[in-house]
């Protein structure tokens, strides 16, 4: 079976010099440390080309942003095409480093330029409006957890977001009291989510055995075996709801 022959950055250059040129351009390259240079007036064009996307090349684009607002990135089509996420993560870095995007598809055509997008300014304010929701989302999650469960980096683990640590409270008050249902758990201050965690039942730890009654699975205690921590803090909390209940009884009489 023959081997692909290695792509090398010389390979990108022709096919990038061709489609400048039909634009207009004067192009040459290797000038003053820029690997491509187009002129056409006073609009300079440089483009940095890479076998592929790393650190250097974007270190070398940002350094060439001193003499022209016009950089680019060359690098060769992505064998797993535009849908992965390394092809978005890529280019929201580079839009926002206000760098424009070219590849060049060497299998066809005898190397095919697109230019994907090219360089704008990015306008931060507009970009927070846009993504307002997932700021909200973000800021919410995180005043939603009680404790530090999870450590930042890490990956392939269980992770102990909001939700699970709603779901958990449940399963604490059913480990206390026995079945329950989604009032009674309300009642001692479980989350407003209760009858949907229940009924969803996203970890498989709820069984409904009648009607608005759930019974904790043996899966929730297995699970939470390796939660010490924060079993515990819900069962103080847990607790603490009982007290205040019976308190409020006292009064009652």
């Not at 070398?60 to 022209?68: G, L």
């Not at 978005?88 to 760098?99: G, P, T």
């Not at 992770?159 to 001692?188: N, V």
């Not at 229940?198 to 009654?213: A, E, H, P, Q």
């Given at each position: 079976?023959?081997?692909?022959?290695?792509?090398?950055?010389?390979?990108?250059?022709?096919?990038?010099?061709?489609?400048?040129e039909?634009?207009?351009?004067?192009?040459?390259?290797?000038?003053?440390?820029?690997?491509l240079?187009?002129?056409?007036?006073?609009?300079?064009?440089?483009?940095?080309?890479?076998?592929?996307?790393?650190?250097?090349?974007?270190?070398q684009a940002?350094?060439r942003?001193?003499?022209?607002?016009?950089?680019?990135?060359?690098?060769?089509?992505?064998?797993?095409?535009?849908?992965?996420a390394?092809?978005?993560?890529?280019?929201?870095?580079?839009r926002?480093?206000?760098?424009?995007?070219?590849?060049?598809d060497?299998?066809?055509?005898g190397?095919?330029?697109e230019v994907?997008?090219?360089?704008?300014?990015f306008?931060?304010l507009?970009?927070?409006?846009?993504?307002?929701?997932?700021?909200?989302?973000?800021?919410?999650?995180?005043?939603?957890?009680s404790?530090?469960?999870?450590?930042?980096?890490?990956?392939?683990?269980?992770?102990i977001?909001?939700?699970?640590?709603?779901?958990?409270?449940?399963?604490?008050?059913?480990?206390?009291?026995?079945?329950?249902?989604?009032?009674?758990?309300?009642?001692?201050?479980?989350?407003?989510?209760?009858?949907?965690?229940?009924?969803?039942?996203?970890?498989?730890?709820?069984t409904?055995v009648?009607?608005?009654?759930?019974?904790?699975?043996?899966?929730?205690?297995?699970?939470?075996?390796?939660?010490?921590?924060?079993?515990?803090?819900?069962?103080?909390?847990?607790?603490?709801?009982?007290?205040?209940?019976?308190?409020?009884?006292?009064?009652a009489?």
């Amino acid at each position: 079976m023959a081997h692909k022959k290695p792509i090398h950055e010389t390979d990108l250059y022709q096919p990038v010099r061709g489609y400048l040129e039909e634009l207009g351009y004067q192009v040459q390259g290797e000038v003053k440390g820029c690997d491509l240079a187009a002129v056409m007036g006073d609009d300079l064009i440089v483009v940095e080309m890479k076998t592929s996307f790393n650190l250097k090349l974007l270190s070398q684009a940002v350094k060439r942003q001193r003499v022209t607002d016009s950089v680019y990135v060359a690098i060769p089509y992505p064998k797993g095409g535009k849908r992965t996420a390394a092809w978005r993560d890529m280019c929201i870095l580079l839009r926002r480093l206000e760098i424009g995007l070219i590849t060049v598809d060497l299998a066809k055509d005898g190397g095919r330029v697109e230019v994907h997008f090219h360089p704008h300014t990015f306008d931060r304010l507009k970009s927070l409006r846009a993504n307002k929701r997932v700021r909200y989302s973000i800021i919410k999650e995180a005043e939603g957890r009680s404790g530090h469960y999870n450590t930042g980096g890490t990956t392939r683990t269980r992770l102990i977001t909001a939700y699970r640590e709603q779901a958990i409270h449940i399963a604490c008050c059913m480990m206390r009291y026995g079945d329950m249902s989604p009032a009674q758990l309300r009642k001692i201050g479980t989350s407003p989510k209760t009858p949907n965690i229940l009924r969803d039942n996203y970890y498989g730890w709820f069984t409904r055995v009648s009607r608005g009654v759930y019974r904790l699975e043996d899966a929730a205690r297995e699970f939470l075996k390796d939660y010490p921590e924060l079993v515990g803090h819900y069962m103080k909390k847990i607790a603490e709801a009982g007290r205040e209940q019976s308190a409020e009884q006292d009064e009652a009489k």
